[in-house]
């Protein structure tokens, strides 16, 4: 497994299209993927740009955390943002340069219409177009760039932000279906918050979707070992996709969640006995939700959540991921917090 990577540039260069089409011919084993992993330089790297004028610290912070599926639609998602009142928002599945989302950069997008800064990590350099339902969509164009990552967006000042990845396995590098083959593996971006009155960490964290609940553990240990290096005992607030598909989904079992995780996915005794909490911090509510190409089978399950520590929070909410004419965003809710600073 890499270390945590530091290294900040104002742009992510794009993969060598010569790495790509070799990587799409070879046979897809676990060195094969090791060797094209570093051969990309974009995931030794971190891309950040801060805002044009850093907000300052006021005594409440409301912090988001969604997986936008693609952030296809930037604009749609600063409007459920604004009307949130969202201060900082923790991203996965966000990508720059693949014709699935107008082959632009959607994080520069969504900061851009209120100058905030923000991080950005790959998860995944794409060598398809994408899905089935996506390669079918979008047949005979071609990704400009091809990346695919987690993002912190905040008009306030980050600082010491680090990727850290949580699995290299090679999973998603044969594919799925005949279709979405993938360099790359499942990650976390951390950044700290400047002007927090005392040290305030916010992860934006998205873990394996097929996979078990023993891997999805070994996942966050990985992350929680990383996070002792970097930020021993500091306050911090991890967000996103769990993908915590065990769960109970049941109406008559929502308690679950919050009381007896633990039974179910066994994550959460991990990120209890490193100091972090998630009762005050999130409903007992599904977070899945049909998406604008992807259905669920019912009842929806609580995919999402927040983790905090040495944090005071309160006030978490469910938010519907709608654009104005009711049309979904995302196949994911996003969930907010208030952090009392």
């Known amino acids: 497994m890499r270390p945590a990577i530091d290294r900040i540039v104002e742009e992510l260069p794009c993969p060598d299209a010569d790495v ?59 409007r459920f943002m604004d009307q949130a009142r969202v201060d ?26 209120r100058d905030e800064g923000y991080v950005f ?8 177009l994408g899905d089935g339902e996506e390669m079918r969509r979008h047949a005979g164009e071609r990704n400009a760039c091809g ?14 932000p680090y990727l850290i990845p949580l699995d290299e396995s090679g999973l998603w590098f044969k594919g799925f279906d005949g279709a979405q083959r993938r360099i790359g593996g499942r990650m976390a971006i951390a950044a700290r918050l400047r ?42 607030i991890i967000g996103g996709d769990c993908n915590t598909k ?30 972090f909490g998630w009762a005050d911090a999130n409903r007992a ?14 009842p929806f399950g609580k995919l999402d959540w927040f983790f905090t520590r040495g944090a005071s929070v309160d006030n978490p909410q469910v938010v519907p991921s709608l654009d ?6 995302s196949d994911h809710e996003m969930i907010t917090l208030d952090i009392v600073l």
């Not at 891309?47 to 639609?73: D, F, I, K």
């Not at 990590?121 to 398809?128: I, P």
């Not at 104005?324 to 965003?329: I, L, M, N, S």
Request: charged share 25%; net charge neutral.
């Open 121 to 128: 990590g790959v998860e995944f350099v794409e060598l398809d």
């Open 147 to 160: 990346l695919h990552g987690n993002a912190i967006v905040t008009a306030h000042a980050l600082d010491r």
């Open 285 to 298: 509510v599904p977070t899945q939700r049909d998406g604008p190409s992807k259905t669920h089978p019912r």
């Open 246 to 275: 065990a769960l109970p989904r049941g109406e008559g079992e929502r308690m679950l969640l919050l009381d007896e995780p633990e039974r179910f996915e066994p994550l959460f005794t991990d990120l209890r006995r490193a100091g």
């Open 88 to 113: 900082v928002i923790l991203l996965s599945e966000a990508d720059v340069g693949m014709a699935r989302s107008g082959n632009v950069h959607t994080i520069r997008q969504l900061a851009g219409v």
């Open 324 to 329: 104005p004419q009711g049309r979904p965003v």
């Open 195 to 236: 002007d927090a009155p005392s040290p305030l960490w916010l992860v934006s964290v998205h873990l394996e979707s097929k996979t078990d609940p023993a891997d999805r553990q070994n996942q966050i240990r990985t992350l929680l070992r990383a996070l002792e290096q970097i930020a021993p005992g500091e306050a911090c």
């Open 20 to 78: 790509l089409t070799e990587a799409r011919r070879i046979v897809p084993d676990p060195a094969a993927h090791a060797d094209c992993l570093k051969r990309i330089d974009a995931f030794s790297l971190l891309e950040q740009r801060p805002p044009r004028q850093a907000a300052s610290c006021s005594g409440r912070l409301r912090v988001a955390a969604l997986n936008a599926e693609r952030l296809a639609r930037p604009d749609a998602v600063r």
